[in-house]
């Protein structure tokens, strides 16, 4: 038995050979949280069993490996395998945070959820009101969701929805493109510049773009960002745009953020692409704008658990590509396909720290702020 525990403790470590969790941090640039677990967690006290939704069976060995003595980590492969576990469990890694789930786990005190955009974790009444702590992915996807906002905004510039539209019509001619517009010398606005912002204005900037952003904490940014603004320079910025990506997570002060006023202070030729939360756009206010000519194109990356009415004046709107939530690359079994081994395991090597972290009630990576929403 303890060879053939070694054994499989020793392939999973193969597996990690190339990445070292040096590597992930530099990679990823996580943020710590200023207190320990032991303080934001009420009544802390080191946990007994972390329950993890695990990728492959000897992911468990290896993160077993990692914990201090007393502490247990039980891997399942489904929700289902789960289910027998959550009555005693003291945390739970990549298996959700819903409201239902977490009744059925009563003396849970961490929650780790795969996504960046945990504000919906919010819903459950015991995260909520800070009883239960919650990381959650942060900046490990930044590249897969950079690339597709950037494919977006190419797709836009150069009308290629448009002439899919016309192959299924089966004539070229039938909806007539929009004028081209040359990403190279013209100016971008970043508006919410996190992790997968950041990488996007990389990108811009690589492109010949001028790389404008706002960001809530500072006017500090990288170097290949011309400017950073606070939230409330965004509608003065907007206007200088000819094309803007929401990058930002849904709070009180996003919500609605582009309304129709927003969209008057746009260039009326200008690209608009989100794919982040739904609700930081007005639907209606965006549909009327594209049909009056008053912003030029839009992409949405519909991140919304409720389904569009077939009525919704979004369906009929004019140059937009509207598309489901497809955050993680078309989900998770797509994602695990495209993401290279390296990323896999990178991620990991992440989720093991920080399992490690709340084991011994040490400072944890990507934690959730409740009060900031992201």
Not at 162 to 182: C, T
Not at 253 to 280: C, D, H, P, Q, Y
Not at 300 to 307: K, Q, Y
Request: with cysteine; aromatic share 6%; net charge positive.
């Amino acid at each position: 038995m303890a060879l053939a525990c070694a054994s499989t403790v020793a392939s999973a470590r193969q597996a990690t050979a190339n990445v070292t969790l040096a590597d992930a941090l530099n990679e990823y640039q996580l943020r710590l949280s200023s207190e320990p677990a032991r303080e934001l967690v009420p009544a802390w006290t080191v946990p007994r069993k972390l329950l993890v939704r695990v990728d492959k069976p000897q992911r468990t060995a290896w993160l077993q490996a990692a914990m201090p003595k007393g502490v247990q980590v039980i891997g399942v492969r489904s929700e289902a395998e789960a289910a027998a576990q959550l009555a005693d469990a003291d945390a739970l890694v990549l298996l959700g945070c819903g409201r239902i789930l977490l009744a059925r786990a009563p003396k849970v005190k961490w929650v780790d959820v795969a996504g960046g955009g945990a504000d919906q974790c919010l819903a459950t009444p015991r995260i909520a009101h800070g009883d239960v702590l919650l990381t959650d992915g942060q900046k490990v996807k930044d590249v897969v969701l950079a690339e597709m906002a950037m494919g977006y905004v190419f797709a836009l510039a150069r009308s290629i929805d448009i002439g899919l539209e016309n192959q299924r019509l089966r004539d070229f001619n039938a909806v007539p493109a929009r004028p081209a517009k040359q990403l190279r010398g013209s100016t971008m606005l970043i508006v919410g510049l996190g992790g997968a912002g950041t990488e996007i204005a990389r990108i811009a900037h690589a492109l010949g773009m001028r790389v404008i952003a706002t960001r809530a904490t500072s006017h500090k940014g990288p170097p290949f960002v011309s400017y950073v603004g606070l939230p409330d320079e965004t509608t003065n910025l907007v206007s200088q745009a000819d094309v803007v990506v929401i990058c930002a997570p849904l709070t009180p002060a996003t919500r609605g953020l582009f309304n129709a006023a927003m969209f008057r202070r746009m260039k009326r030729n200008s690209i608009l692409v989100n794919w982040t939360r739904a609700e930081i756009i007005v639907p209606q206010d965006l549909a009327a704008a594209l049909k009056a000519g008053t912003i030029g194109s839009a992409a949405l990356n519909w991140a919304t658990t409720t389904p569009l009415p077939k009525t919704d004046p979004l369906w009929s709107a004019p140059n937009l590509i509207l598309a489901p939530w497809t955050g993680t690359g078309g989900g998770a079994k797509a994602n695990r396909a495209n993401a290279s081994r390296a990323d896999i395991e990178m991620r990991w090597l992440v989720i093991r720290e920080n399992m490690r972290r709340f084991a011994t009630g040490d400072r944890m990576y990507s934690v959730f702020d409740i009060k900031r929403g992201y």
